[in-house]
């Protein structure tokens, strides 16, 4: 039995409309918003009095009588495809609102559906088969009740569309989005190297072969010029039509930064894909990174939409794609000894394992996450992954007598020595009658036990005082009275 496999791909072209095609392309997107917040007014009235939820096809016949009303008879100067797309989208929305409360979506929970505004600046319609749209011979796209519109081909659609949606950006542009079904068999023929990336700030990203890709900062070199079009924005008057058109100037600077670098990403990404038979990346936390100080260089970057390129990609052309746990411990392992060493600190960017290798932060991330894929993508057959044991080394295979002992001194006075503990507890004392019991005579919770001679300094972890001791709570004990003063 053969199987057939078919990939459904999205191509997007830039259209040029007319002038009265732009009126009707307005008619039909304010028609397909309005049948959009009917349908949510509808639904949510419903829940209010306590009426079964309206089902799609109640919905669909709503929009057919309104279309006899004179208050909504101008729905009928657009295709009717179009208000039925319209709400095929209010379902798809709320079918993945249900889901995402009732746990069957993965990722973050998602909001009820809104309503549509006006004064959006994305606006869109799609038309499917049923609207018999067509690509006529002399290259231009045919839509009903709309027209004949120009389109700038880049490149040729491999198979017949099934849908198109017209979609009207921020800064006025307007694009066809095709959707394409295809069995054409794109797999690149097998390769022999595999790579593991490291995504950055400094350095884009960073392959295991060493290979380091600088990161271009799109946004940060269009800052002044964003800086001079937002100045002049705010110094138009609300409502204006001067301050439409900064709108439109800032938008337009905002999706040249957005088209370059998705352009920049698609050509790195195909690169990847065609030199490396398996590529594996670590799953990195954009959300939370965004709340953080380096929040705009974050979204510069754009980690998450060069992933999702690389997966996309890979399952297209026959690669095998795969992530790494974001706890995985990458940049503080040593890929040749296997050690994990402490945290370190953003400015180190080269370190010394005990084991005598010297470690490029980034290269050697790269060279654990490499090493990770491959382990889950064996553990995943089945194969043994699990590493061999390694001896620890004997000045760590146990604690040395001496090793908690210090001489240090706060503000000139010796803290006192290991040999002079009178009683070793290896847990910090409580702080009730039991404590008050085992102390000695005159100490409170946070005082210092006297004959210390260590300032006085609070602790809220434990009762005892740490004074300046830094050792183990072993050493944190109380030193024996000092004996009765003789009476005379």
């Known amino acids: 039995m053969w199987y057939v496999l078919y990939v459904r791909l ?47 096809a109640e919905l669909s016949k709503r929009v057919t009588a309104a279309k006899a009303t004179p208050e909504r008879a101008w729905l009928s100067e657009v295709s009717s495809v179009v208000l039925q797309q319209a709400l095929a989208d209010l379902n798809a929305a709320y ?98 190297a595999e790579v593991g990336i490291d995504l950055g700030l400094t350095h884009f990203a960073v392959l295991s072969d060493g290979t380091k890709v600088a990161a271009p900062k799109f946004l940060r070199r269009a800052a002044r010029k964003l800086r001079r ?28 930064v957005a088209d370059t670098r998705r352009d920049w990403q698609h050509k790195l990404s195909t690169t990847i894909i065609r030199d490396n038979q398996a590529v594996y990346v670590e799953d990195i936390c954009v959300v939370g990174l965004g709340r953080t100080r380096l929040a705009k260089s974050v979204h510069d970057a754009g980690w998450a939409s060069f992933t999702a390129m690389l997966e996309y990609k890979a399952a297209r052309y026959g690669r095998t794609f795969a992530r790494v746990d974001r706890f995985f411990p990458s940049t503080r392992m040593c890929s040749d000894c296997g050690r994990i060493n402490d945290k370190m600190a953003l400015n180190v960017r080269a370190w010394d394992c005990p084991c005598g290798s010297t470690h490029d932060r980034d290269v050697n991330a790269a060279m654990n996450v490499l090493a990770a894929g491959r382990a889950e993508s064996l553990n995943a057959c089945g194969a043994q992954v699990r590493p061999a044991l390694v001896p620890a080394p004997r000045e760590e295979a146990g604690i040395l ?34 404590a008050r019991r085992r102390a000695p005579p005159g100490w409170r919770p946070g005082r210092v036990p006297p004959g210390a001679g260590i300032p006085r300094r609070r602790s809220r972890r434990v009762g005892w005082s740490r004074g300046g001791c830094r050792t183990p709570p072993a050493c944190r004990s109380r030193p024996a009275p000092a004996p009765p003063r003789p009476v005379h």
Do not use: M
């Open 95 to 192: 079918r993945n609102f249900f889901a995402s409360i009732s746990g069957k979506r993965k990722g973050r929970k998602i909001a009820p559906p809104r309503f549509r505004s006006r004064k959006d600046n994305r606006q869109a319609i799609r038309f499917t088969a049923n609207a018999r749209f067509r690509v006529l011979d002399n290259g231009r796209l045919r839509l009903p009740k709309i027209g004949d519109l120009e389109v700038r081909w880049s490149r040729t659609l491999p198979s017949a569309p099934s849908s198109v949606t017209i979609i009207k950006d921020a800064a006025g542009r307007y694009f066809a989005s095709f959707v394409v079904q295809t069995t054409q068999d794109e797999t690149l023929p097998p390769a022999g």
């Open 401 to 434: 007598p001496d090793a908690a002992c210090s001489t240090r001194s706060v503000e000139g006075i010796s803290v006192l020595q290991c040999g002079e503990i009178v009683n070793t507890s290896t847990s910090a004392p409580s702080r009730g009658r039991a």
């Open 10 to 56: 999205r191509y997007n072209y830039r259209v040029y409309p007319t002038p009265s095609q732009q009126e009707a392309l307005a008619r039909a997107f304010g028609c397909a918003r309005v049948v959009f917040n009917d349908g949510l007014r509808a639904r949510q009235e419903a829940r209010e009095q306590g009426l079964p939820y309206l089902s799609d």
């Open 229 to 256: 079009l937002q100045q002049d924005l705010s110094r138009k008057q609300r409502g204006s039509q001067n301050r439409k058109k900064a709108v439109v100037k800032v938008a337009r600077a905002h999706a040249r």
